[in-house]
């Protein structure tokens, strides 16, 4: 991790998950951001007086990591390739400071809606107990599921409660083929998550942001992930997404 960064945040001050949790964003907007990692530094240092830090066991850099599950031939990813929705993701998560770990369910409808479900699961033991949970939430039973990417990345989430806006900032990013162990170095890359209530647009970080020449861009890591370091499938609609990371380095 830059050294800078981890200056920077600690001039921040700490918020604790409660604290953070006491404002709800019931009519949000979420927004995202890709963009070179170098440019990081100079985007906290422009808003660190304007946002606290959340801090999880003492720690504002939080550990994930997150197993996907697809079908023998993918199913899941390569409806998302082909741009179709009511369309499912299938993961585990494990927040690794604190060893909690959630199986979850997420599924897009039509209407561009997305819903998750997730219950605390322990992956050691398989997903055959976790059969009534899968086969309610999604239209895939435990037995035709396999671990497929396997995504690692460290968080920092910032929280400014007067405006409502809650920012995660993800580096450190990698993927790999969970059957080869093939990695997708995406470590030169950042992503930002504007989290707002609705109508509250020029907050700090989005100023921030424009004045470092940073524009919205999509990305989502299991997808752009599972193209980069799986061979064996489809990647149309991802190749011009590719090469835009490829051209942050």
């Not at 997903?127 to 949970?133: D, G, I």
Request: with cysteine; aromatic share 10%; glycine share 2%.
């Amino acid at each position: 991790m830059n050294e800078s960064v981890m200056d920077i945040v600690s001039e921040i001050n700490p918020i604790t998950l409660e604290e953070m949790d006491s404002v709800k964003l019931l009519n949000r907007t979420d927004t995202k951001f890709v963009f070179a990692a170098e440019k990081l530094p100079f985007i906290l240092q422009d808003v660190k007086q304007d946002y606290a830090v959340l801090y999880v066991n003492d720690n504002p850099f939080q550990e994930y990591n997150t197993i996907y599950f697809d079908t023998k031939d993918k199913r899941m990813y390569h409806i998302h390739q082909a741009g179709k929705v009511n369309r499912y993701k299938v993961r585990h998560r494990t927040y690794v400071s604190s060893g909690i770990s959630f199986l979850e369910i997420k599924y897009k409808n039509n209407k561009k809606v997305t819903f998750k479900k997730r219950i605390p699961y322990d992956l050691s033991q398989g997903l055959e107990n976790a059969q009534e949970f899968i086969t309610t939430h999604s239209s895939f039973s435990w037995e035709e599921l396999e671990p497929t990417s396997v995504v690692n990345y460290t968080r920092v989430t910032l929280v400014d409660l007067k405006a409502g806006e809650r920012i995660t900032i993800d580096m450190d990013l990698s993927v790999s083929n969970a059957e080869t162990n093939q990695v997708a170095d995406f470590s030169h890359v950042c992503i930002i998550e504007l989290k707002r209530e609705k109508g509250r647009s020029n907050t700090s970080m989005a100023k921030a942001l424009r004045k470092n020449r940073v524009f919205q861009k999509s990305m989502s890591k299991y997808a752009i992930g599972t193209a980069a370091s799986h061979e064996d499938v489809r990647t149309n609609r991802f190749k011009k997404k590719l090469r835009y990371i490829e051209r942050l380095k």
